[in-house]
């Protein structure tokens, strides 16, 4: 109970450093009104967002995906891999919770995609296995893709995520959430909240108009 | 608000460890245990483990929080576990994952508590699945006090890790 009132006066702190980096002082309007969205979201903001990216890999089944598909929807991106015992499954548990606890509008509107950065090992059937564990209640399944190490690095590259390493195990734990304008204006770390954090601002993006 | 009853937080503490199988007698029941500065007899104290439920067949990972009742540094060196063929101590520094060569010490009078994105032991080549309700027994072996038994549960993939009365 403590450590989470430290914890949130901490993110307030965080979030104050953040629309004052003029150096001290109030912000200029004219600042504040270039980053309109930036304050609601409980996520990591990005500015500039990012655009959704295009890209297509291999889904579990092996029919050729197209990240486009997922056009005008809030969708999830996250690049990991399943050999992996504590961020990736983490994080999947995470996006899981979060999106059982939006609105049905909501929920029902959202795609989750989880990318693979382990191509040795993580075929199809073994993603699609590991997905089960998290995506069984939600009313759209997890999207599990994999591909050639080159697909794979160009759409890493596209989604303006760091390259994995070390045959995927090092990766960037960025969940980068799109939202219906098919901007990602907010991402999310691995972290004590960060269900509640998805949460709170899937809805949000839901709601985005198209630029 | 800020702090729970005493009474209310030490039957949680003793609840919580009770559910985390803590064994080998390491806390005076009746103080609630070491975050509240009751006088813990053992040198390494070990409470809050789980294993969480693995997605994947192959891997899976323990979380606990070691507490260093003595004057002086100790370092947890080793892990051996009924549960896999191999267990080694890991730390998420930022985006990479690195066994930790020279042990995690901890520090005289300190607890350090393994939680995702910061440590955790991994426990490779799993001998079965591991389902909630099951317990893991791990062996962790520290450079001075030596080996301290710990008895964690399986919890659910999606369940809240218990919390940790010895965490700070």
Redesign the interface.
Known sequence: ??RI?LLMVALGVLAGCSSSKGGGGQPATSELNNQPKVGQYQGFGLTPPLPRPSFTLTDTSGKPFAFSQTAGRPTLLYFGY??????C??T??DI??AVNEVPAAVRDKTEVVFVTTDVKHDTGPVIA???Q??DTALPNRFVGLTGSQGQIDAAQAAAHV?LAEDGG?????DVLLYGADDYAHVKY????NEADQIAHDLPLVAKEASP | MRRPPVSAFAAGVVAVLGLAGLIRGAVPQATGGPALGGAATDPIVVSGAYVREPASPDVAAAYFTVYNTTGTDDTLTSVATGAGEDASVMSDAGDTMTALATGLRIPAHSSVTLKPGKYHVMIEHLLGPLKPGQFVNLQLTFATAGPVNVSAPVIAIGAPAPTVGASR
């Open positions: 109970m403590k009132a399943t050999h992996c015992p504590d961020v499954p983490t999947m548990a899981a919770q296995a590991w997905l564990h998290f760091e195990q090092t990766h960037a734990a770390l691995q972290s004590d």
